[in-house]
């Protein structure tokens, strides 16, 4: 037993002395690299042109919280190994955080002080609550802003001031069954809500259990419809917005949206989870549904998960009366407090350079935010044609600024989906919302 | 005079040394529970008093905690859906309570009579304990669900036009909740009564057996009584855990369908970290602790009863 213990002492001695020389190692914060530029051309490369200022820095550890899909995947993790080979002296470790976790992540470590150097989420609904860094200087610095689509712009700016760099993006399309189409006699994709409100129930058989679309209980999907039809849940007058939540096209677009399941029986009720992506995907590939509204993501999933399905795959633009959807996609960011923006800033640019937002539109499904990289023959593919289409009307989601509102429209919808007037519930939720914007800090 | 004075220095020096020997015998017992007081004072008693402190106080991270007196509990009383989620984890309790402990005795019993082929069974009770509380969710909802769950396609299969929404009614989504919560209360407390009915002497049986006492009058004369401190012990963690459900609120229902599944925990999380009121989240907090007291002295009460 005592040399048992003795041993146990010994080990233990030898690991804490590990521990003080690690601890050393990483408290030299101010210990200087000699970085020289590197023999190649970058910008030939498609990657961002040699920072001085970046390979002048002393030795600097960023600590970067990507989404928990994002972090471990190739592209990402290529990104990062090259741009530690032309800046020696910054090194990155990454962490994987759920999406959804995000948001509390930030806040505990910004009210905490112990901030990480980048993180991802939508770069605006955290400068929207003091959590985010404003970014404007390094932009301006950096010019190249002309090159990113409006929207992606958008996801990163709150009041006029830039809170990150987008580092993808996505919106909303109608898919559908080509051959279930034929077989009805549809020739084509419907073009407004009623269409696709008939058009659905054409392709609805009961005795199969087959219905003709998939409606879903997601705020930030249903919010595309409200875009499409021509107006938002947000109205801004220069940086200061108002509830919109009870527009008259809001209370007929979501009732005419409901009514498919409600009414129509064309479309199954969704499943009461929060997580809404699931559900269409799988009536869709299982053969149970013959169209339903997603994002690009979905093509290469179905792929993947149902071949048999993609085989009569088809894409159109979301059926409404005018164009656009939601905006999606992420964008990275500085958490507020953190010393080491400039390096941050650096390898945000790295990921959206043309030769790593390629790779995560290929390899990932996640497109770029710069207009120019959708000249790449990727994205000749006809079943992409309607989304790009949409991207350019596309608005971000900016209710999410505002979480308790944002909680507010979702309910809203799922109540409705329950059962609840479409007007009583939205009316509710507008009081809630102008609340919620009222108090925001 | 030397003869006296040795055997009384004696008792002195005896009784120094008994002294001693107490107080270190109680510094010894002190320290070895100090690393656990520490880490219970640290970890339990210094977040319950932070939690007080920022019950009375308006905090929105990242921003500095204000102090505003009663206003979070004020604001507490006319909050709707928190008196709706106090009731529905109150049904959601005593419904999930009542049937797993009834499931739990009921196994334990039959694992007790030694039945031939039961040895296999006993391997598989605990399992519903060990499994996380997420993937209990996901197997549930795989079942569930209206659309794509087993349980539907098999009504269907069977001739049933039109199988229930399980999860879209606010009665059967409730339903279905405590069903869970009993399946895995069953499984925890199924070993506790199995140990405790094992405990009891096989002599007060057979004299039972003696005076003609059927099963049924000797389990309600003999075993129930005898295990009764298992069943309260049961029942006050079955509660406490009870009240802490909201992993599979969130993947089954997320509250719905029309907040009928809302529980108090899953309401003071979305409170505290979605809409950033901390302060207000932790007043939350505070009233449930005297529900929680309260319901435990009252088990307390009632078994004491029973036992006298």
């Known amino acids: 037993m ?39 051309d970058l910008v030939k490369d498609g990657l961002p042109a ?6 002048s820095l002393p030795k600097t550890d960023l600590e970067i919280w990507l989404a928990a899909d994002y972090a471990n995947e190739k592209p990402i993790q290529d990104a990062i190994k090259e741009f530690k080979t032309i800046y020696p002296n910054i090194s990155v470790k990454t962490v994987g955080i759920e999406w959804g976790e995000m948001t509390n992540k930030v806040k505990l470590a910004v009210s905490s002080g112990a901030v990480p150097d980048m993180a991802h989420n939508h770069a605006f609904a955290f400068g929207a609550q003091g959590l985010a860094e404003p970014l404007d200087d390094l932009w301006n610095g950096w010019g190249e802003e002309d090159q990113f689509l409006p929207g992606g712009i958008e996801d990163v700016t709150w009041k006029g001031a830039k809170y990150g760099v987008p580092l993808d993006i996505n919106t909303l399309i109608y898919l559908y069954n080509k051959k279930a189409f034929d077989e009805a006699g549809i020739k084509e994709a419907p073009k407004t809500l009623d ?37 938002n849940i947000l109205k801004f007058d220069g940086d200061n917005a108002t509830a919109n939540l009870n527009d008259p096209i809001v209370v007929e677009t979501m009732k005419k949206y409901t009514d498919l399941a409600l009414v129509h029986k064309s479309s199954p009720v969704p499943p009461p989870q929060e997580r809404q992506t699931d559900h269409p995907v799988a009536m869709f590939g299982t053969g149970r549904a013959a169209s339903f509204i997603s994002g690009p993501w979905d093509i290469a999933r179905i792929k993947d998960e149902f071949p048999d399905a993609y085989k009569n795959l088809a894409t159109a633009v979301i059926p409404a009366s005018e164009r656009g959807s939601v905006l999606g996609g992420g964008s990275l960011f500085v958490p507020k407090g953190s010393k080491n923006q400039v390096a941050s800033f650096e390898l945000m640019k790295w990921f959206v350079s043309d030769k790593y937002s390629i790779r995560l539109a290929k390899e990932m499904g996640r497109h770029p935010v710069k207009e120019h990289q959708y000249n790449d023959e990727f994205f000749n593919d006809p079943l992409l044609k309607p989304y790009i289409e949409t991207l350019k009307y596309a608005q971000p989601y900016k209710l999410e600024a505002y979480p308790e509102a944002n909680d507010a429209w979702g309910k809203a919808l799922r109540s409705v989906f329950d059962g609840a007037d479409v007007e009583k519930t939205l009316d509710n939720a507008q009081e809630v919302a102008e609340k919620a914007i009222k108090n925001a800090k | ?100 402990l009834v499931f739990a005795l009921a196994i334990a019993v039959l694992l007790n009579r ?56 606010p009665t059967t989504a409730m339903l279905i909740l405590i069903f869970i919560g009993a399946w895995r209360g069953a499984a925890y407390n199924t070993p506790i009564f ?11 049986y057979e004299a039972a057996r003696l005076d003609g006492a059927n099963a049924w009058k000797q389990f309600i004369h003999i075993s129930l009584p005898s295990i009764t401190h298992m069943l309260v012990y049961s029942m006050v963690m079955s509660v406490i855990g009870s009240f802490q459900v909201v992993a599979v609120v969130d993947i089954l229902t997320n509250g719905g369908p029309m907040d009928s599944t809302m529980v108090a925990i899953k309401h003071i999380w979305q409170q505290s970290f979605e809409f950033n009121y901390v302060g207000y989240g932790a007043s939350l907090s505070l009233v449930l602790f005297p529900f929680l007291l309260l319901i435990t002295w009252l088990q307390l009460k009632l078994s004491s009863r029973k036992e006298s």
């Open chain 2, 114 to 169: 030694q039945l031939k082929g039961l040895r296999i069974f006993k391997v598989f009770y605990f399992l519903p304990t060990i499994t996380s509380e997420v993937i209990t969710a996901m197997i549930f909802l795989w079942v569930f669900d209206n659309n794509l769950g087993i349980l539907n396609y098999l009504l269907k299969v069977l001739g049933m036009e039109n199988p229930p929404a399980w999860l879209l009614e």
């Open chain 2, 1 to 100: 005079m030397k003869t006296e004075t040795v055997p009384s220095m004696n008792i002195k020096k005896a009784k120094n040394n008994r002294e001693l020997h107490k107080f270190k015998d109680i510094l010894g017992s002190y320290l070895f529970v100090l690393p656990a007081l520490s880490f219970l004072f640290l970890f339990s008693i210094v977040p319950i008093i932070y939690l007080i402190w920022l019950s009375f106080t308006d905090y929105s991270l990242p921003n500095p905690a204000v102090f505003i007196g009663l206003e979070n509990f004020s604001r507490m009383l006319e909050d709707k859906l928190f008196l709706k989620s106090i009731f529905n984890t109150l049904v959601y309790t005593f419904g999930s309570m009542a049937l797993g």
């Open chain 1, 2 to 40: 005592k040399k048992f213990l003795v041993a146990l002492l010994g080990v233990l001695l030898i690991l804490s002395g590990c521990q003080s020389q690690a601890g050393n190692s990483a408290e030299k914060p101010n210990e200087k690299v000699d970085v020289k530029p590197p023999d190649r």
């Open chain 1, 195 to 231: 269409e696709l409100t008939e058009v659905s129930k054409k392709l609805t058989n009961k005795d199969k259990g087959q219905f003709g679309f998939v409606t879903n209980a997601s705020g930030w999907s249903f919010f595309g419809n409200v875009v499409a039809e021509g107006t």
């Open chain 1, 50 to 55: 040699f920072n001085e200022e970046v390979a």
């Open chain 2, 194 to 204: 199995l140990a405790a009915l094992q405990s009891v002497p096989q002599s007060y």
